[in-house]
């Protein structure tokens, strides 16, 4: 298992660094992070002893469980003098947030990639404020004016942008977008060239503050496409755990 999953993590890196020479960036620009979802403990154990220090997940209480757990796994290592120290890794929040959930994310979270209302920012001000911290957020798009997916419409993304600025306990560093589930590369490219378009907007009007500059753009199946548009996170699930037994529910680190 160890070895497929050093496999797939060179083979997206090598992924990431084609699809960058290809734009003439530097893949140092560009985070990859790790959708754990259905990965066991024993593969996101092994994920960060290769080095991946950024975790995604789509739902709180597994983000909440599976950062307690590894949180738990670090600590024993630290008191153990045989084991390598490894750091922290940092936890992304992907998925659509609730604002009943947001008290019990926030203890864990590094940055949330899915505000797609004035509402939901201002719970997280609230409860940032609680803990005497900037949350960093994303603004996410729903570039494809898809119905059955979450996120602001692309014509109120720069309004709602203006309207977060004001909240002390809340950071916008940028915004994020899925692409509409198809093979064709021009509705891909489109949905993101959408998001590039309103993220100069976004800047050149100067509506955030100089921490926005990051656009997480793309997955498993689109993310040389987000590349294409100045993606600085890939959000990679499927491509990583490719031939590796997964989890069908949730399991305990032992």
């Known amino acids: 298992m ?4 050093l496999d797939n ?3 997206v890196q090598q992924r990431i660094a084609d699809a960058c020479a290809r734009a003439g960036r530097d893949p140092r620009n560009v985070t990859l992070v790790a959708v754990t979802k259905s990965a066991t403990p024993d593969v996101v154990r092994l994920m960060v002893e290769m080095g991946v220090q950024d975790l995604g997940e789509s739902r709180v209480g597994e983000l909440v469980r599976r950062a307690g757990m590894l949180q738990e ?8 003098p045989s084991a390598v120290s490894l750091p922290r890794p940092r936890w992304h929040m992907i998925g659509h947030v609730q604002r009943n959930k947001v008290k019990d ?3 864990w979270a590094d940055l949330i990639h899915s505000v797609d209302s004035l509402r939901l920012a201002e719970e997280i001000d609230a409860r940032a404020a609680k803990l005497d911290r900037v949350m960093p957020v994303l603004l996410e798009v729903n570039a494809g004016g898809e119905p059955q997916k979450s996120g602001v419409a692309v014509a109120a993304t720069t309004h709602l942008a ?18 509409p589930l198809v093979d064709d590369a021009t509705i891909i490219r489109r949905a993101f060239e959408r998001v590039r378009e309103l993220f100069d907007e976004i800047v050149g009007g100067r509506l955030c503050g100089p921490a926005f500059r990051e656009l997480s753009l793309g997955m498993s199946n689109d993310f040389e496409y987000g590349i294409e548009f100045g ?6 699930g499927t491509a990583l755990f490719e031939g590796i037994p997964l989890a069908s529910q949730p399991m305990e680190v032992t």
Request: cysteine-free.
């Open 162 to 179: 203006e309207q977060i600025t004001s909240l002390k306990h809340l950071e916008v560093r940028g915004l994020m977008a899925m692409a």
């Open 105 to 107: 994310l926030l203890p």
């Open 2 to 5: 160890k070895r497929k999953l």
């Open 231 to 236: 993606a600085t996170f890939v959000r990679i």
């Open 73 to 80: 796994w670090l600590g024993r290592r630290v008191i153990d």
């Open 9 to 11: 993590l060179k083979r």
